[in-house]
Protein backbone atom coordinates (compact mmCIF):
# COMPACT_ATOMS: atom_id res chain seq x y z
CA UNK A 1 0.00 0.00 0.00
CA UNK A 2 1.32 3.73 -1.18
CA UNK A 3 0.38 6.28 1.54
CA UNK A 4 0.13 9.75 0.21
CA UNK A 5 2.53 12.30 0.53
CA UNK A 6 1.12 14.39 2.92
CA UNK A 7 -0.07 11.74 4.85
CA UNK A 8 3.13 10.15 5.47
CA UNK A 9 4.41 14.12 6.14
CA UNK A 10 1.71 13.89 9.06
CA UNK A 11 3.21 10.43 10.27
CA UNK A 12 6.56 11.75 10.81
CA UNK A 13 5.73 14.04 13.12
CA UNK A 14 5.39 11.65 15.79
CA UNK A 15 2.01 14.01 17.11
CA UNK A 16 -0.84 12.39 14.42
CA UNK A 17 -4.33 13.10 14.55
CA UNK A 18 -5.74 10.10 12.89
CA UNK A 19 -8.92 8.04 13.44
CA UNK A 20 -10.39 4.83 10.92
CA UNK A 21 -13.63 5.74 8.93
CA UNK A 22 -15.62 3.04 7.47
CA UNK A 23 -18.31 2.76 4.74
CA UNK A 24 -20.81 0.00 4.96
CA UNK A 25 -23.09 -0.33 1.30
CA UNK A 26 -25.73 -2.85 1.36
CA UNK A 27 -27.50 -4.66 -0.96
CA UNK A 28 -29.97 -2.42 -0.75
CA UNK A 29 -28.07 0.29 -1.66
CA UNK A 30 -28.47 2.11 1.52
CA UNK A 31 -24.80 3.43 2.56
CA UNK A 32 -23.66 4.19 6.38
CA UNK A 33 -20.56 5.57 7.74
CA UNK A 34 -18.97 5.23 10.86
CA UNK A 35 -15.95 6.43 12.75
CA UNK A 36 -14.06 6.10 15.94
CA UNK A 37 -13.39 9.04 16.23
CA UNK A 38 -15.31 11.44 19.23
CA UNK A 39 -16.68 13.72 16.91
CA UNK A 40 -18.32 13.22 12.80
CA UNK A 41 -16.40 13.31 10.22
CA UNK A 42 -17.29 13.78 6.55
CA UNK A 43 -15.90 13.13 2.92
CA UNK A 44 -16.95 11.78 -0.23
CA UNK A 45 -19.98 12.43 0.45
CA UNK A 46 -20.57 10.12 3.13
CA UNK A 47 -21.39 11.15 6.96
CA UNK A 48 -19.04 9.17 9.57
CA UNK A 49 -20.85 8.93 12.60
CA UNK A 50 -18.74 9.50 15.95
CA UNK A 51 -22.09 7.95 17.84
CA UNK A 52 -22.39 4.79 16.34
CA UNK A 53 -19.75 2.24 18.95
CA UNK A 54 -18.23 0.93 16.26
CA UNK A 55 -14.67 0.62 16.07
CA UNK A 56 -12.04 -2.03 14.82
CA UNK A 57 -9.05 -3.92 15.20
CA UNK A 58 -5.82 -4.00 13.44
CA UNK A 59 -6.02 -4.66 9.59
CA UNK A 60 -3.92 -7.93 8.58
CA UNK A 61 -2.56 -7.68 5.35
CA UNK A 62 0.21 -8.79 2.84
CA UNK A 63 1.67 -9.47 -0.24
CA UNK A 64 0.21 -12.37 -2.60
CA UNK A 65 -2.81 -13.99 -2.77
CA UNK A 66 -3.49 -14.74 0.86
CA UNK A 67 -6.89 -12.72 2.31
CA UNK A 68 -6.75 -9.59 3.88
CA UNK A 69 -8.78 -9.34 6.69
CA UNK A 70 -9.81 -7.15 9.87
CA UNK A 71 -12.69 -7.13 12.39
CA UNK A 72 -15.31 -4.44 13.16
CA UNK A 73 -16.99 -4.39 16.71
CA UNK A 74 -19.26 -2.10 18.46
CA UNK A 75 -23.01 -1.50 20.50
CA UNK A 76 -26.32 -2.01 18.93
CA UNK A 77 -27.57 1.57 18.58
CA UNK A 78 -31.26 1.88 17.12
CA UNK A 79 -30.45 4.90 14.88
CA UNK A 80 -27.26 2.84 13.42
CA UNK A 81 -26.76 -0.82 12.77
CA UNK A 82 -30.30 -2.42 14.64
CA UNK A 83 -30.39 -5.84 15.65
CA UNK A 84 -33.20 -6.52 13.78
CA UNK A 85 -31.43 -5.72 10.64
CA UNK A 86 -28.81 -8.09 11.40
CA UNK A 87 -30.99 -11.00 11.83
CA UNK A 88 -32.70 -10.01 8.73
CA UNK A 89 -29.54 -10.63 6.83
CA UNK A 90 -29.25 -6.86 5.85
CA UNK A 91 -25.65 -6.80 5.88
CA UNK A 92 -24.95 -10.25 4.64
CA UNK A 93 -22.11 -9.35 2.27
CA UNK A 94 -22.14 -5.78 2.65
CA UNK A 95 -19.31 -4.12 0.71
CA UNK A 96 -16.57 -2.31 3.46
CA UNK A 97 -14.09 0.70 2.69
CA UNK A 98 -12.03 1.66 5.20
CA UNK A 99 -9.42 4.67 5.11
CA UNK A 100 -7.24 5.82 8.08
CA UNK A 101 -7.86 9.69 7.95
CA UNK A 102 -6.56 12.88 9.41
CA UNK A 103 -9.19 13.80 11.47
CA UNK A 104 -7.99 17.60 11.61
CA UNK A 105 -7.51 17.89 7.56
CA UNK A 106 -10.15 14.77 5.94
CA UNK A 107 -8.75 15.56 2.38
CA UNK A 108 -5.57 13.95 4.09
CA UNK A 109 -6.34 10.15 4.15
CA UNK A 110 -5.74 6.90 2.46
CA UNK A 111 -8.08 4.01 1.86
CA UNK A 112 -6.64 1.14 3.62
CA UNK A 113 -9.59 -1.94 3.15
CA UNK A 114 -11.89 -2.75 0.54
CA UNK A 115 -13.71 -5.80 0.67
CA UNK A 116 -17.24 -7.37 2.38
CA UNK A 117 -19.32 -7.67 5.73
CA UNK A 118 -18.71 -12.12 6.64
CA UNK A 119 -19.66 -13.63 9.64
CA UNK A 120 -21.80 -11.27 11.74
CA UNK A 121 -21.87 -12.25 15.64
CA UNK A 122 -23.83 -10.89 18.49
CA UNK A 123 -23.04 -11.05 21.70
CA UNK A 124 -24.81 -9.48 24.36
CA UNK A 125 -25.81 -5.60 23.73
CA UNK A 126 -22.99 -5.75 20.55
CA UNK A 127 -22.05 -7.31 18.13
CA UNK A 128 -18.39 -8.48 15.85
CA UNK A 129 -18.47 -8.29 12.45
CA UNK A 130 -15.26 -10.25 10.22
CA UNK A 131 -14.38 -8.07 7.24
CA UNK A 132 -12.75 -9.60 4.45
CA UNK A 133 -10.49 -8.19 1.66
CA UNK A 134 -11.19 -8.25 -1.95
CA UNK A 135 -8.97 -11.72 -2.35
CA UNK A 136 -12.05 -13.73 -0.52
CA UNK A 137 -12.97 -14.24 -4.26
CA UNK A 138 -10.66 -16.17 -5.37
CA UNK A 139 -12.21 -18.68 -2.77
CA UNK A 140 -14.58 -19.42 -4.47
CA UNK A 141 -14.81 -22.64 -7.09
CA UNK A 142 -14.81 -21.71 -10.17
CA UNK A 143 -15.18 -23.19 -13.68
CA UNK A 144 -17.74 -25.28 -15.53
CA UNK A 145 -19.31 -28.21 -13.60
CA UNK A 146 -20.05 -30.62 -16.10
CA UNK A 147 -23.69 -32.63 -15.44
CA UNK A 148 -26.98 -32.92 -17.53
CA UNK A 149 -28.79 -30.12 -15.66
CA UNK A 150 -28.24 -26.42 -16.61
CA UNK A 151 -25.54 -24.70 -14.07
CA UNK A 152 -27.01 -21.01 -15.21
CA UNK A 153 -29.05 -18.61 -12.76
CA UNK A 154 -32.10 -18.00 -14.55
CA UNK A 155 -32.33 -14.65 -15.76
CA UNK A 156 -28.73 -14.15 -15.57
CA UNK A 157 -25.97 -13.08 -17.75
CA UNK A 158 -25.29 -16.67 -19.32
CA UNK A 159 -29.31 -17.79 -18.80
CA UNK A 160 -30.15 -14.37 -20.57
CA UNK A 161 -34.16 -14.78 -20.19
CA UNK A 162 -36.28 -11.92 -19.41
CA UNK A 163 -38.45 -12.72 -16.52
CA UNK A 164 -40.04 -9.33 -16.88
CA UNK A 165 -42.03 -10.35 -19.86
CA UNK A 166 -45.61 -11.74 -18.97
CA UNK A 167 -46.41 -14.71 -17.28
CA UNK A 168 -43.00 -15.07 -15.62
CA UNK A 169 -43.18 -12.75 -12.78
CA UNK A 170 -45.82 -11.51 -10.43
CA UNK A 171 -45.93 -8.64 -7.67
CA UNK A 172 -48.90 -9.49 -4.90
CA UNK A 173 -50.17 -7.94 -2.48
CA UNK A 174 -50.13 -10.59 0.68
CA UNK A 175 -53.11 -11.61 2.76
CA UNK A 176 -52.07 -14.34 4.75
CA UNK A 177 -48.74 -14.74 6.68
CA UNK A 178 -47.78 -17.93 8.53
CA UNK A 179 -44.27 -17.97 9.80
CA UNK A 180 -42.44 -15.87 7.70
CA UNK A 181 -42.54 -18.45 5.60
CA UNK A 182 -45.51 -19.15 4.22
CA UNK A 183 -47.71 -16.95 1.92
CA UNK A 184 -51.36 -16.61 0.85
CA UNK A 185 -52.69 -14.72 -1.76
CA UNK A 186 -56.55 -14.77 -2.75
CA UNK A 187 -58.00 -14.98 -6.59
CA UNK A 188 -54.25 -15.90 -7.82
CA UNK A 189 -54.65 -18.10 -10.65
CA UNK A 190 -53.84 -18.23 -14.16
CA UNK A 191 -50.62 -19.68 -13.39
CA UNK A 192 -50.37 -23.75 -13.62
CA UNK A 193 -49.78 -25.18 -9.82
CA UNK A 194 -45.86 -25.06 -8.63
CA UNK A 195 -44.92 -22.94 -11.70
CA UNK A 196 -43.60 -20.69 -8.94
CA UNK A 197 -41.75 -23.77 -7.73
CA UNK A 198 -37.47 -23.00 -7.06
CA UNK A 199 -38.19 -19.07 -7.74
CA UNK A 200 -37.53 -16.33 -6.22
CA UNK A 201 -39.39 -14.21 -3.85
CA UNK A 202 -38.83 -10.69 -3.22
CA UNK A 203 -40.40 -8.58 -0.29
CA UNK A 204 -40.84 -5.37 -2.05
CA UNK A 205 -42.41 -2.71 0.76
CA UNK A 206 -42.93 -2.71 4.22
CA UNK A 207 -40.52 -3.49 7.41
CA UNK A 208 -39.16 -6.45 5.22
CA UNK A 209 -38.25 -4.48 2.29
CA UNK A 210 -35.43 -5.81 0.03
CA UNK A 211 -35.15 -9.32 1.78
CA UNK A 212 -34.83 -12.63 -0.87
CA UNK A 213 -36.16 -16.12 -0.18
CA UNK A 214 -36.12 -19.29 -2.29
CA UNK A 215 -39.55 -21.20 -3.28
CA UNK A 216 -39.82 -24.42 -1.69
CA UNK A 217 -43.72 -25.42 -2.37
CA UNK A 218 -45.78 -23.74 -4.61
CA UNK A 219 -49.56 -24.82 -4.66
CA UNK A 220 -53.34 -23.51 -5.73
CA UNK A 221 -55.55 -24.43 -3.12
CA UNK A 222 -59.73 -24.41 -3.76
CA UNK A 223 -60.52 -21.17 -4.17
CA UNK A 224 -58.09 -19.40 -6.09
CA UNK A 225 -55.75 -19.47 -3.75
CA UNK A 226 -52.43 -19.87 -3.77
CA UNK A 227 -49.97 -21.01 -1.21
CA UNK A 228 -46.51 -19.97 -1.43
CA UNK A 229 -43.48 -21.44 0.88
CA UNK A 230 -39.63 -20.59 0.97
CA UNK A 231 -37.35 -22.85 1.94
CA UNK A 232 -36.15 -20.48 4.96
CA UNK A 233 -38.61 -18.02 6.75
CA UNK A 234 -37.35 -14.67 6.02
CA UNK A 235 -35.42 -12.74 8.82
CA UNK A 236 -37.73 -10.10 9.02
CA UNK A 237 -41.66 -11.48 8.58
CA UNK A 238 -43.60 -8.81 6.04
CA UNK A 239 -46.81 -7.74 6.82
CA UNK A 240 -50.40 -8.45 5.17
CA UNK A 241 -50.49 -5.38 2.65
CA UNK A 242 -46.88 -5.60 1.89
CA UNK A 243 -46.16 -6.29 -1.70
CA UNK A 244 -43.73 -8.87 -3.09
CA UNK A 245 -42.91 -9.91 -6.07
CA UNK A 246 -42.73 -14.19 -7.03
CA UNK A 247 -40.82 -14.75 -9.82
CA UNK A 248 -40.98 -17.83 -12.48
CA UNK A 249 -38.87 -20.77 -11.21
CA UNK A 250 -36.96 -23.31 -12.77
CA UNK A 251 -35.36 -27.28 -12.05
CA UNK A 252 -32.58 -26.89 -14.68
CA UNK A 253 -33.84 -29.36 -16.71
CA UNK A 254 -33.77 -29.38 -20.87
CA UNK A 255 -37.08 -29.82 -21.29
CA UNK A 256 -38.39 -26.93 -18.65
CA UNK A 257 -35.80 -24.71 -20.37
CA UNK A 258 -37.39 -25.44 -23.82
CA UNK A 259 -40.87 -25.79 -22.74
CA UNK A 260 -41.86 -22.76 -20.19
CA UNK A 261 -39.23 -20.89 -21.15
CA UNK A 262 -38.60 -21.27 -24.75
CA UNK A 263 -34.80 -20.81 -24.05
CA UNK A 264 -33.29 -23.66 -25.16
CA UNK A 265 -30.73 -21.99 -27.05
CA UNK A 266 -29.21 -20.61 -23.62
CA UNK A 267 -29.33 -23.81 -22.14
CA UNK A 268 -25.85 -24.28 -19.89
CA UNK A 269 -25.59 -28.56 -19.28
CA UNK A 270 -24.85 -30.85 -20.87
CA UNK A 271 -27.85 -33.46 -21.62
CA UNK A 272 -25.89 -36.12 -23.45
CA UNK A 273 -23.78 -36.57 -20.95
CA UNK A 274 -23.02 -40.47 -20.41
CA UNK A 275 -24.51 -41.57 -17.23
CA UNK A 276 -22.99 -44.39 -14.25
CA UNK A 277 -24.22 -47.16 -16.31
CA UNK A 278 -21.79 -45.98 -19.03
CA UNK A 279 -18.94 -45.57 -16.64
CA UNK A 280 -19.30 -49.06 -15.76
CA UNK A 281 -19.20 -50.47 -19.31
CA UNK A 282 -15.94 -52.54 -20.99
CA UNK A 283 -14.74 -53.45 -24.55
CA UNK A 284 -16.67 -56.65 -25.49
CA UNK A 285 -15.88 -59.16 -28.32
CA UNK A 286 -18.68 -60.90 -29.69
CA UNK A 287 -21.19 -60.02 -27.43
CA UNK A 288 -24.23 -57.58 -28.20
CA UNK A 289 -23.75 -54.35 -26.50
CA UNK A 290 -27.39 -52.99 -26.40
CA UNK A 291 -27.44 -52.33 -22.77
CA UNK A 292 -28.90 -55.46 -21.57
CA UNK A 293 -28.06 -57.15 -18.43
CA UNK A 294 -24.78 -59.78 -19.00
CA UNK A 295 -24.84 -63.05 -19.89
CA UNK A 296 -22.89 -66.10 -19.10
Given amino acids: MT ?12 ATTLARCFAVTRKDSAVMGFTDHDRDLSFEGIVFRADSGLTAK ?9 VDNTEAFGALK ?24 NWADVSVRVLQFRGTLGEVVRRGGGFNAE ?6 GLNRAQGLIYHARC ?25 EV ?23 FSVLTGAAAGLVGAVKNDR ?22 DMVRIEAGCDKR ?31 GAAVNDGGSRRG
Fill in 131 to 136: LRGLSE
Fill in 3 to 14: YPQDLRDHLATG
Fill in 220 to 241: LRAGDIREVELWQALGASPAPG
Fill in 151 to 175: SAVLGDGRCRFDLNQPGYAEERVVH
Fill in 78 to 101: SEAITEADILAGRYDGAEVRGWLV
Fill in 254 to 284: PDTCRLKFANYDNFRGFPDIPGEDWLMSYPA
Fill in 178 to 200: AGARIFRFPAFSGYDDRWFEKGR
Fill in 58 to 66: AIQQSTGLS
